[in-house]
C-alpha cells in the first residue's frame, strides 16, 4: 500500500473548468512534491514545498496553482487547462527538502491521470 | 548540470533470464544514486538506493552497486519473473540539487512466461 494517497485518481475536465487535486502522507516528511508525467517518459518536476512554503517553482504555468495548507496535506489547483496538459500527475514526499543532503528516497503516490477535453 | 543515462529500452526477457539495466550518471560532488520502479497505473516505488561509493543496494533480488570509477549504477538480478514487468527508473539527487532528482528516460522491462 502506498503511504501516500492522492484523490481523485481519474479527472476528467473541460477547458474552462476548475478542479483541485489533493495529496496527503502521514509520515512526518517536510517536504512535497508536485510531478507531471507523460506517457514512457520519467516525472517532471513541478513545485517542491519544504516546511509548508513554496520552494521550488519549475516555471510552471500560472494555471496550475500549489497549496500547502499544512505539512500532511498539498493540494493542486488547475483552471483554464489546455489539452496538453492531459498528463498523469504524481504527488511525492520526503524527509528532507532542498536544504538536505539528497540521500532521501521520494515517497510517491499512484497518481491522477488528468484528461482535458 | 546532471544527468542520468540509461540502456534504451523496452527490454524483452524470458521468465528466468538474468537481467542488467545500465545505468551511468554526470554529477557535481557526490551524489546518491536511486533505482525507482513503475508499475503499470501505479506511481514510482523506490527499488533500491546507494549513498556513498561502493555502496551496494539490494531489495527484492535486484542489486546495484555505486561505481564512482566508472559513473555507473546498473541494475542487476539473476532470475526474472513475470511479475517484474515494469518500468525501471535511474534517478540521483545531491547536495547541488537535493530538491529536484534528476532521472534517467525508463527502461521498459517485459518477462515473458
Known amino acids: 500500500d502506498t503511504e501516500v494517497t492522492q484523490t481523485p485518481k481519474h479527472l476528467v475536465m473541460g477547458m474552462t473548468n476548475k478542479k483541485s487535486l489533493k495529496c496527503e502522507q502521514h509520515?512526518?516528511?517536510?517536504?512535497m512534491y508536485w510531478y507531471k508525467q507523460k506517457a514512457k517518459k520519467p516525472p517532471e518536476l513541478m513545485f517542491v514545498y519544504s516546511y509548508e512554503k513554496l520552494s521550488i517553482n519549475e516555471s510552471v504555468p500560472s494555471r496550475f496553482s500549489p497549496e500547502c495548507p499544512n505539512s500532511s496535506l498539498l493540494n493542486l489547483h488547475l483552471h483554464a487547462l489546455q489539452p496538453e496538459d492531459s498528463a498523469l500527475y504524481l504527488c511525492?514526499?520526503?524527509?528532507?527538502?532542498?536544504?538536505?543532503?539528497?540521500?532521501?528516497?521520494?515517497?510517491f503516490g499512484d497518481g491522477t491521470r488528468l484528461s482535458i477535453l | 548540470g546532471d544527468s542520468v543515462t540509461q540502456m534504451e529500452g523496452p527490454v524483452t526477457l524470458s521468465e528466468e533470464a538474468f537481467l542488467t539495466i545500465n545505468c551511468t550518471y554526470t554529477?557535481?560532488?557526490?551524489?546518491?544514486l536511486f533505482w525507482y520502479v513503475q508499475y503499470p497505473g501505479e506511481g514510482l516505488q523506490l527499488l533500491l538506493k546507494?549513498?556513498?561509493?561502493?555502496d551496494k543496494g539490494s531489495n527484492k533480488g535486484f542489486e546495484a552497486t555505486y561505481r564512482k570509477e566508472t559513473t555507473s549504477f546498473h541494475l542487476e538480478k539473476g532470475s526474472v519473473q513475470v511479475s517484474d514487468s515494469a518500468v525501471y527508473f535511474c534517478a540521483l539527487s545531491g547536495y547541488t540539487n537535493a530538491g529536484k532528482s534528476t532521472f534517467g528516460d525508463g527502461t521498459t522491462l517485459t518477462v515473458k512466461p
Open positions: 554529477a557535481t560532488g557526490y551524489p546518491s
Open positions: 509520515m512526518g516528511h517536510r517536504a
Open positions: 546507494a549513498t556513498k561509493a561502493d
Open positions: 511525492a514526499s520526503s524527509q528532507e527538502g532542498p536544504s538536505g543532503r539528497g540521500n532521501q528516497p521520494q515517497h
